[in-house]
């Protein structure tokens, strides 16, 4: 996780992405994402919307009840499932905070299902070289 430009990247409070440059191969990335986690059929799924290649796709990770794993990758979102819960997370990456050398990593979770009144979240720092 880098900071290419100033103190800090990402936001708390809005959607942010920029262009990142990285041992010569420069991408755009986001620091948000939706996750939704799903059991339909016995097996426990992940999908997330992330860069791949160089376009958005969605990311399904699905772990099944006979213990295989399988990742799918789609342009397009999959069909709601009504037992699936939905989190957006932002995250901001501080450079030199508290101090010099270190990095301070913050993100923001929400549920962003409408049956929790008032709309959970949650938020979390930590602190890395």
């Given amino acids: 996780m880098v900071v ?5 990247a990402g936001s708390l409070t809005a959607d942010s992405q920029a ?18 986690i799903s059991d339909l059929n ?4 992940e999908t997330v ?3 791949i290649a160089g376009s958005l796709q969605y990311q399904t990770t699905a772990h ?16 709601a499932d ?17 101090i010099a050398g270190v990095r301070r990593i913050t993100v923001l979770v929400t549920l962003e299902n409408g049956f929790m009144n008032p709309p959970v979240t949650y938020q979390m720092s930590m602190v890395r070289p």
């Fill in 4 to 8: 290419t430009g100033g103190s800090t």
């Fill in 49 to 51: 919307l992330k860069m």
């Fill in 64 to 79: 099944r009840p006979d213990g295989t794993i399988a990742v799918t990758t789609s342009a397009t979102a999959s069909g």
């Fill in 19 to 36: 262009s990142v440059t990285s041992n010569g191969i420069t991408e755009t990335v986001n620091y948000y994402d939706d996750i939704d």
């Fill in 42 to 45: 016995g097996q426990v799924s």
């Fill in 82 to 98: 009504a037992n699936a819960i939905g989190f957006h997370r932002r995250w901001i990456i501080e450079k030199d905070s508290p």
